[in-house]
Nanobody, 114 residues
Framework: QVQLVESGGGLVQPGGSLRLSCAAS????????MGWYRQAPGKQRELVAT???????NYADSVKGRFTISRDNAKNTVSLQMNSLRPEDTAVYYC????????WGQGTQVTVSS
């Protein structure tokens, strides 16, 4: 079992920044892949970014150059730095961990609006 708790969502103006964090209940060094997904109203959940224990990060084309995913193995956290936010980034953001199966956090709301 892996429990994930997200934090850091909120309301931000277009062009602003937010940093999301995800705390895992297990050492993330043991988790093959961790990532962030998002789901906007009326849309399917979509990949934002993933970061494996070993290997390269992966980003959705829509966030490349604006978002950065990182992991802190000592603190068992994965973060998503979001810059140059746009209204279309508005969604519930979910942390994901691929261990023996997929695990999901409860989600955190990000709203980009003036």
């Amino acid at each position: 079992q892996v429990q994930l708790v997200e934090s850091g969502g909120g309301l931000v103006q277009p062009g602003g920044s937010l940093r999301l964090s995800c705390a895992a209940s297990k050492p993330i060094i043991s988790i093959r892949v961790m990532g962030w997904y998002r789901q906007a109203p009326g849309k399917q959940r979509e990949l934002v970014a993933t970061i494996p224990t070993f290997g390269i990060t992966n980003y959705a084309d829509s966030v490349k150059g604006r978002f950065t995913i990182s992991r802190d193995n000592a603190k068992n956290t994965v973060s998503l730095q979001m810059n140059s936010l746009r209204p279309e980034d508005t969604a519930v953001y979910y942390c994901n961990a691929v261990f023996d199966k997929d695990y999901w956090g409860q989600g955190t709301q990000v709203t980009v609006s003036s």
